[in-house]
C-alpha cells in the first residue's frame, strides 16, 4: 500500500506544537517586556510557558480538528506532549543560560580583556558576588573542559573553542535580555 500524504503530515495540534514550541525564545524575549515578572529569571520562564500554551491552545481551537473523534483527541494530547517536551528542552537551556557558572567565568574573563588571573576573576564573576572557592571549582572545570587554559598564574581562553562559546552565549544572553546571571 502506498504511503499517502495523511501518514505524513503530523495532527494539526502537533504541527502547531512544533511551530510555538520552536518559538518558544521569541515567548522568553517578549517576557521581559512585562513588568510583573521582567526581573524574576524564574517567573519569565513560567510567563513564557504560558503564553506559548495559551497560543498553542487558541491556535489548536481555532484551526484544528473538533474534538469529537479519537483521532483528533489523540492528535490534541500528542501535540500537548510535544510541547511540554520543548518546555522541558528549553528550561535546560534555560537554566545553562541564567545559572551556567562556568560560562559565566568565561564572559567576565572576556570583559576583562583577557588581563584575568585567579584572583581578580573571581572577583568580576557573577557581578561580584563570587566566592573564591566556587570560582576556583568552575576554572578548574573549564581547564579540564578544555575551554580556558591555565599558564603561569594566568587564565587564557582556549581558542576556539573558549572563545566561541563565551561569544554564543553572551550573544544568546542579549538576546533574551538577561543582565545578570551566574
Known amino acids: 500500500m502506498p504511503l499517502t500524504l495523511d501518514v505524513l503530515l503530523p ?3 502537533v504541527a502547531i506544537a512544533l511551530i510555538v514550541g520552536l518559538a518558544f525564545p521569541l515567548w522568553l524575549f517578549m517576557t521581559r517586556f512585562i513588568p510583573v515578572v521582567a526581573g524574576d529569571v524564574s517567573r519569565r520562564y513560567l510567563a513564557a510557558c504560558a503564553l506559548a500554551f495559551a497560543v498553542w491552545s487558541t ?3 481555532l484551526l484544528g480538528p473538533p474534538l469529537t473523534s479519537d483521532q483528533a483527541l489523540s492528535g490534541t ?4 506532549l510535544v510541547l511540554l517536551s520543548g518546555f522541558v528542552f528549553f528550561l535546560g537551556l534555560w537554566g545553562l543560560l541564567t545559572r551556567g557558572c562556568s560560562v559565566s567565568i568565561l564572559i567576565a574573563h572576556r570583559r576583562l580583556q583577557g588581563r584575568a588571573s585567579a584572583a581578580n576573576l573571581g572577583a568580576a564573576y557573577s557581578a561580584n558576588r563570587g566566592l573564591r572557592w566556587l570560582a576556583d571549582k568552575r576554572i578548574n572545570s573549564l581547564v ?5 587554559i591555565r599558564a603561569g598564574g594566568v587564565l587564557r581562553i582556549a581558542r576556539p573553542k573558549g572563545t566561541l562559546a563565551a561569544f554564543a552565549t553572551e550573544l544568546l544572553l542579549r538576546i533574551i535580555g538577561l543582565k545578570t546571571f551566574g
Open 11 to 13: 495532527p494539526p495540534a
Open 59 to 61: 491556535a489548536v481551537f
Open 77 to 80: 494530547v500528542n501535540g500537548a
Open 144 to 148: 579540564h573542559a578544555g575551554l580556558a
